[in-house]
């Protein structure tokens, strides 16, 4: 006999890993379009991969997490020494990752300030 859906015990949801699992998808369709657009970027260098810049562009979505608000130019001296410890095999400089990395950055502020202007939209309709 099986068991009463109604009865079978569901995991709690974890609000924390909800959210990263949600950032972590959010992430992956934001960069497969960057990777589209990838050679028509101004920041392109002739001859470089997809696996060049990945690690650049994740960084701008992971440090736009660790400090949303912040000006680019407030931490891009931070973004440098982290990208020097973080690029792994990608054959970039700083002076050709920077343009990902601002970009992702810029992605998720235009991103975050569009939240905002429809939470104001929504709470002067309400």
Known sequence: MKPDPALVAHPASDPARDASTAADADDAALLKRFAASLQQAPYYSVGRTWEDYAPAYRLGLRSWRRTPGEDFETIAAQ????????????????????????????HCAMDAASRQDAARRADRNA
């Open 79 to 106: 973004l440098e020494r982290d990208w020097n410890a973080t690029r792994g095999a990608s054959r970039l400089g700083w002076v050709e990752a920077r343009g990902a990395v601002e970009a992702a950055w810029q």
